[in-house]
């Protein structure tokens, strides 16, 4: 069974920065496209960033220019650093892998902006 699982969520001051990580145990994580979701309260999940196998990068509009997705093979961990943070960034996030007509998700990881 893969699990996945984030890290380094918190409470950051509008304007701030944040660096989120995603472990996998996967094997085969080389061969994986790494995602970041989120979800705010009250709202559904969305859709943030996306690192393919060949760390071709796509981001949803509202945080293009202020978050930045990474892979680490090695390691075995899929990053998003955010910077400038809005309030509106506020959400619990998520992390998903998928591979081989599979998806995993972790637990998610809380991030506050506020003052």
């Known amino acids: 069974q893969v699990q996945v699982v984030e890290s380094g969520g918190g409470l950051v001051q509008p304007g701030g920065s944040l660096r989120l990580s995603c472990v996998a145990s996967?094997?085969?994580?080389?061969?994986?496209?790494g995602d970041w979701y989120r979800q705010a309260p009250g709202k559904q999940r969305e859709w943030v960033a996306s690192?393919?196998?060949?760390?071709?990068?796509d981001y949803a509009d509202s945080v293009k220019g202020r978050f930045t997705i990474s892979r680490d093979n090695a390691k075995k961990t899929v990053s998003l650093q955010m910077n400038n943070l809005k309030p509106e960034d506020t959400a619990v996030y998520y992390c998903?892998?998928?591979?081989?007509?599979?998806?995993?998700w972790g637990k998610g990881t809380l991030v506050t902006v506020s003052s």
């Open positions: 998903k892998i998928k591979g081989f007509g599979r998806e995993y």
């Open positions: 690192c393919s196998v060949s760390s071709s990068t």
């Open positions: 996967a094997s085969f994580f080389s061969a994986v496209v």
